[in-house]
């Protein structure tokens, strides 16, 4: 069984400060992929990065970059320098790659407030 | 350009009364469709998915049910809602492995 775990259910920052968002997943498959997803206030999730477990590169998009550890199962996303428009809640998400389904395993999201 | 689409966009509706809850899928063919549900101050859980018309598989069980009549359609629904029932639903697809794009949602409210 899938399953993903973040274990921060809160943090909250001042503006321009650096964050981290811990993810850590548990899966049997060896073939998969890994999700970050953002919900405003709204509610519709916005989709932040994918990334399939053969790459374990780190990535960087402006101020938002992703640190994909296999060896420890963790899947970690960094925002630097932070802004109010960072506040949200964030979702980490797990998929088996391949045929079948592939429906997404959720972590239970991290609420993210950024004061000014 | 593909779009999903979600109706209505919030509802408040009496326990024992009934639900039903549309979602269709724009510019693309025999997507995979699913149904999530969001609780209140919990990550999202899958409930059903369709890899093809009247094609549905369930996730886990509970009082709501899917069905697919169209190829891109896909609609939730129950005969009673419970208190437990409410939550805020997301409609997502995909054709290839790896993507999921979400509708809008829907805010259920029982009461």
């Known amino acids: 069984a899938q399953k993903v775990t973040q274990a921060q259910t809160e943090i909250s920052v001042v503006e321009k400060e650096d964050v981290t968002l811990d993810c850590v997943y548990e899966?049997?498959?060896?073939?998969?992929?890994l999700f970050w997803y953002k919900q405003p206030p709204s509610g519709e999730l916005v989709f932040l990065i994918r990334r399939n477990s053969f790459d374990e590169q780190n990535e960087i998009s402006g101020r938002y970059s992703w640190n994909f550890q296999k060896s420890t199962s963790s899947f970690n996303f960094t925002i630097t320098a932070s802004q109010v428009v960072d506040s949200a809640v964030y979702f980490c998400?797990?998929?088996?790659?391949?045929?079948?389904?592939?429906?997404?395993?959720f972590g239970k999201g991290t609420h993210l407030i950024i004061q000014p | 350009s593909q779009t999903i689409h979600q109706w209505p966009a919030t509802l408040v509706q009496p326990v024992g009364s009934p639900l039903s809850l549309e979602c269709t899928v724009e510019?693309?063919?025999?997507?995979?469709l699913y149904w999530y549900r969001q609780a209140a101050g919990r990550g999202l859980q899958l409930l059903f998915y369709s890899i093809g018309i009247d094609q549905i598989s369930s996730e886990v069980p509970q009082n709501l049910s899917a069905s697919r009549p169209q190829d891109r359609q896909f609609i939730l629904s129950s005969k009673k809602l419970l208190l437990s029932d409410s939550g805020f639903y997301l409609c997502a697809w995909r054709l290839v492995p790896g993507e999921q794009f979400f509708g809008p949602g829907t805010r259920l409210t029982v009461l």
């Open positions: 899966t049997r498959d060896t073939t998969y992929y």
């Open positions: 998400a797990l998929s088996e790659m391949g045929g079948g389904a592939d429906g997404l395993t």
């Open positions: 510019g693309t063919s025999n997507p995979n």
